[in-house]
């Protein structure tokens, strides 16, 4: 609440949402809302982030809408830059930028941000959309209208932030992040994204694999559809030929004795244009060496391949 009030841009509400708050958590934010007028709270039985989310976006009044979280905590300049961003921007529907992560002893998140602040550009974040989650959730700026339009946070078993991003990418709107940091991204072993199921990786699979279905078919202009990696990523192609996204075969490292699918290893791939590549090498950063193999055999990002987790 502090790091809203210390914002240089002054024309904001913050929309505090009680979701199983207890009550020393309740009496801080009522002291700090009756102190200063730009802050209401708001209160969802339901339990659930996703439904918090949804009714904050109820009572939010503004154009933009800025995603925080509790335990976080954002530069004095955050709102104005991502709000001067959005209206110099109309065709961009929302913004991010720069995360700086502290962490509490809880490792293996580092990665992830070091990861998604090297994704800078609109095409970064289509081209790798599928192999994670391209924007932290309480780094973003968005436009009101898009909830209006798209829907609201699905209320499903699914990780609600990926989810939306990737029903607002399929359906065209734009994303951007600006250079500077928008937040400072606290990290605690006992965070829903380590500790829900909603945020378990077959959880992100089910977002991922609805969404390829749909962006698959225009990209392989009649070529057979062949699926990189290793056994998790079999059992991903076996799901796609069972729901109506037939997979010819896998290719791998070394030669592999298939019975559902062919099989072909790197150093056997035909001349870019016979067919079309899924990726979908699982562990962190072998996307990287996939797309450096891939690269440097003349494939091209969205024509001749697509990379996915």
């Not at 002054?10 to 009550?23: F, S």
């Not at 709107?173 to 605690?188: C, G, M, N, T």
């Not at 749909?214 to 076996?238: F, N, S």
Request: some cysteine; hydrophobic content about 40%.
């Amino acid at each position: 609440m502090d790091s809203v009030v210390r914002q240089t841009l002054p024309d904001w509400q913050l929309v505090l949402v009680a979701n199983g708050a207890d009550a020393a958590t309740l009496r801080v934010a009522e002291q700090a809302a009756k102190a200063e007028r730009r802050m209401e709270i708001f209160t969802e039985p339901a339990p659930g982030i996703a439904h918090a989310l949804n009714t904050g976006l109820k009572f939010c009044r503004g154009e933009y809408v800025a995603r925080l979280d509790a335990d976080d905590t954002m530069p004095a300049d955050r709102l104005a830059l991502q709000a001067r961003f959005l209206s110099e921007n109309p065709a961009i529907g929302l913004v991010s930028g720069q995360v700086r992560f502290i962490s509490h002893n809880a490792p293996g998140y580092d990665a992830y941000v070091e990861q998604i602040n090297g994704w800078q550009t609109e095409e970064d974040i289509l081209r790798y959309r599928f192999v994670e989650s391209p924007v932290a959730h309480p780094s973003v700026m968005f436009r009101r209208s898009l909830i209006d339009t798209h829907g609201n946070y699905s209320t499903a078993a699914i990780p609600e932030d990926y989810e939306l991003w990737m029903r607002w990418l399929t359906a065209g709107v734009r994303f951007a992040k600006i250079p500077e940091v928008v937040l400072d991204w606290y990290d605690s072993p006992g965070r829903l994204s380590r500790t829900h199921d909603n945020y378990a990786r077959r959880a992100f699979d089910r977002v991922r694999m609805q969404h390829l279905l749909q962006a698959l078919p225009p990209l392989l202009k009649g070529r057979p559809l062949w699926v990189c990696g290793g056994k998790y990523a079999r059992k991903k192609a076996a799901w796609l030929n069972d729901n109506g996204m037939p997979v010819t075969g896998i290719v791998d490292l070394v030669p592999r004795r298939l019975n559902q699918f062919a099989s072909l290893t790197y150093a056997e791939l035909p001349p870019p244009g016979i067919l079309f590549l899924l990726s979908m090498v699982s562990n962190r950063g072998g996307y990287r060496i996939v797309e450096k193999t891939l690269t440097g055999r003349g494939y091209r990002h969205d024509e001749d391949f697509l990379l996915a987790g």
